[in-house]
């Protein structure tokens, strides 16, 4: 019988447990990571181990953008496999949600870097089963701060339970990496996803991306650079910051939150400059580079994109990109959820999970 477990979503992260179970063998698979910041790399043959929502606000093959090569495969962070080490009960909050199966849990290297990491999550796979999709997290945070696994854990579980497979990537932060470091990050996990699909049984062709305020301005670019669709097949953002300059004017309003305050200064460390009249041409050319509409194109991956009707990040930074994305003929759904939430906070709205999960099953048809 499956319990029911009850809590909200501050506690979502300590309402699961994630299980560690060896991957099965392959000649070039990633194995685990030993520590955080020093992957190690395995034998020549291949050989070696096998292996709720986060609330903070927030390569492509070129050499320093932590791209994964044939020679060093990433491989998990720790030797164990993240187990959370919690254990399964009912506590008393907010939100009713019904316990998933702990799925296969194991953190990997998509590149040399300390930052450069990814968990998956998935299922084994029956003897006659076909690739499963999946669906790449990326995490909120102002490009500045966040983690992979904060609180995404519950949110992995409900989704593998529904026959997606799911990784949840770090990347490097501003202001120590500049723009577009993030991005390339995100593309390098993207491309280590497909490299090594057979190891999770994935299905390299039917991938999605989702994220999450600062994430969810990655994701939308994972949609749209380049011709999107080669790189995924949809993109769902909560609160995403799509125009960089745009968050930047917004916290210099008179009355301007703190956090609008704060997002504002985080422009700035991304893009390692302040935008105005004095600003070098350098600058310019990177806020333009990180405004998701400079990328639109034919071709692009179909959005889902929300925000809540008090988000900080207001639904204007949506509403112009699915315009936009429209004209050039490819579907772009922006929706509104009552509230002051942020990110990841809309899924403590009942409506919310339902919506992004019918959206992924009618776009990668994870029963197929």
């Given at each position: 019988m499956r319990k029911v477990l009850v809590c909200g979503a501050a506690f979502a992260a300590t309402?699961?447990?994630?299980?560690?179970?060896?991957?099965?063998?392959?000649?070039?698979?990633?194995?685990?990571?030993?520590?955080?910041?020093?992957?190690?790399?395995?034998?020549?043959?291949g050989s070696g181990p096998s292996g709720g929502p986060e609330t903070g606000v927030p390569g492509t093959g070129v050499p320093g953008t932590g791209s994964p090569s044939a020679s060093s495969p990433a491989q998990p962070e720790n030797g164990q496999g993240a187990t959370d080490g919690e254990p399964d009960g009912t506590v008393t909050a907010q939100a009713v949600m019904v316990t998933p199966r702990l799925p296969k849990v194991r953190t990997y290297a998509y590149g040399r870097n300390a930052a450069q990491r990814i968990d998956a999550y998935w299922r084994e796979p029956g003897p006659r089963a076909?690739?499963?999709?999946?669906?790449?997290?990326?995490?909120?945070?102002?490009?500045?701060?966040?983690?992979?696994?904060?609180?995404?854990?519950?949110?992995a579980r409900r989704l593998t339970e529904e026959g997606f497979v799911v990784l949840s990537a770090n990347y490097r932060l501003a202001p120590q990496a500049q723009w577009p470091a993030q991005r390339n990050d995100a593309m390098s996990a993207l491309a280590f996803i497909k490299k090594h699909?057979?190891?999770?049984?994935?299905?390299?062709?039917?991938?999605a991306v989702m994220g999450s305020s600062a994430g969810g301005q990655l994701a939308t670019q994972l949609g749209t650079f380049g011709t999107g669709t080669r790189q995924v097949r949809g993109v769902v953002a909560l609160s995403p910051p799509n125009n960089p300059f745009l968050a930047f004017q917004d916290g210099a309003k008179p009355g301007a939150l703190l956090n609008e305050r704060k997002l504002r200064r985080a422009v700035t460390g991304l893009v390692h400059c302040v935008p105005g009249l004095t600003a070098d041409p350098d600058c310019w050319t990177r806020l333009d580079d990180a405004s998701t509409l400079t990328h639109v194109s034919a071709g692009d991956a179909p959005m889902l994109l929300m925000h809540a009707t008090g988000d900080f990040v207001p639904?204007?930074?949506?509403?112009?990109?699915?315009?936009?994305?429209?004209?050039?003929?490819?579907?772009?759904?922006?929706?509104?959820?009552?509230?002051?939430?942020?990110?990841?906070?809309?899924?403590?709205?009942?409506?919310?999970?339902p919506t992004i999960l019918a959206w992924l099953k009618k776009l990668l048809n994870p029963g197929q």
């Open positions: 309402c699961v447990s994630a299980v560690a179970v060896p991957v099965g063998a392959h000649a070039n698979a990633p194995v685990p990571t030993p520590s955080a910041s020093v992957p190690s790399v395995p034998p020549a043959d076909t690739p499963r999709p999946a669906v790449l997290l990326l995490h909120g945070g102002y490009w500045l701060e966040g983690d992979k696994a904060g609180g995404w854990k519950y949110f699909a057979r190891v999770w049984n994935v299905d390299p062709n039917r991938v639904v204007t930074q949506s509403t112009g990109l699915a315009s936009a994305l429209r004209a050039a003929g490819v579907q772009a759904t922006v929706k509104t959820i009552d509230g002051d939430m942020h990110a990841s906070e809309m899924l403590e709205d009942e409506h919310t999970y």
